[in-house]
């Protein structure tokens, strides 16, 4: 029986990573960004399976009005396991899209059916087999009107609290990845605001590039590279790295690198 209380959520967490984490979380960054063309979701679960534990993948379009699931994507789940969440497509007023609206951090459901926000996760019961059935975690684009939510399923309870730091890390970049499967992108003054230059340095914020990277790779001082990033934030409105990277995905201004790095045209 699938349950959420307010017990269950408890207070938001502090977020931080670890030096091995941060390892980590570098790795499924690349596994992300370093596809050659468009891979499809099959292939971006198989490369994710690399650093976050898990054995079932799944995505579902989100409408941040009604708490609604508007379409659908399992990968490989179970038939029937994600319905018993309420994650069906077209259904309104889903419990754990509704929940995670209410807090924006990942969520777990463990062996018991409790749905439990990341204070909890040290008291997540596990299965017979040790495993924890699903992580849910989703990115809403820049309006906040929709979104699309993330399902990790089956996963080992000892690796539960790193792979929720890795999934809270690594959403935006499943976002910019999927979210042109469900909506085409549209013709956007990003475009003509930023110079060519400016759309070189997101391209290289896409890839999770720092300053410090970017100017070298540009030949560039990091002051020069600030000033750009500085730039593309008010230009795209955006109020951080993360925001405007979804933004210039949307516009479609990312251009994507086969797994050297070589851009394409």
Excluded at 25 to 49: K, T, W
Excluded at 154 to 170: C, E, F, H, N, T
Aim: hydrophobic share 45%.
């Amino acid at each position: 029986m699938f349950s959420i209380s307010s017990e269950d959520l408890g207070d938001p967490p502090g977020y931080s990573l670890g030096a091995e984490e941060r390892d980590e979380a570098a790795q499924l960054i690349d596994s992300l960004v370093n596809f050659a063309g468009e891979p499809d979701a099959a292939a971006i679960s198989a490369a994710l399976r690399h650093t976050l534990h898990h054995e079932f993948f799944a995505y579902a379009q989100l409408s941040a009005n009604e708490a609604g699931i508007l379409g659908l994507v399992n990968i490989d789940f179970p038939v029937g396991e994600i319905e018993r969440y309420g994650i069906i497509s077209g259904s309104r007023d889903c419990l754990l899209a509704t929940a995670w609206y209410a807090r924006r951090e990942p969520i777990c459901v463990d062996a018991q059916g409790r749905a439990l926000a990341e204070p909890r996760w040290a008291h997540a019961v596990a299965s017979h087999s040790g495993r924890i059935p699903l992580i849910y975690h989703a990115q809403l684009d820049p309006t906040g009107g929709r979104g699309i939510g993330f399902l990790f399923g089956d996963i080992p309870a000892s690796q539960l609290l790193k792979d929720g730091k890795l999934v809270r890390y690594a959403t935006p970049y499943l976002y910019a990845q999927l979210s042109r499967r469900f909506w085409a992108r549209a013709p956007s003054s990003a475009a003509r605001l930023l110079t060519a230059r400016e759309i070189q340095v997101i391209e290289w914020m896409y890839y999770g590039k720092t300053n410090e990277e970017i100017a070298t790779l540009m030949g560039n001082s990091v002051f020069t590279v600030k000033n750009h990033v500085q730039r593309i934030l008010l230009k795209l409105s955006a109020t951080n790295r993360t925001q405007a990277v979804l933004i210039a995905a949307a516009a479609g201004l990312v251009k994507y690198s086969d797994a050297s790095g070589t851009k394409s045209d």
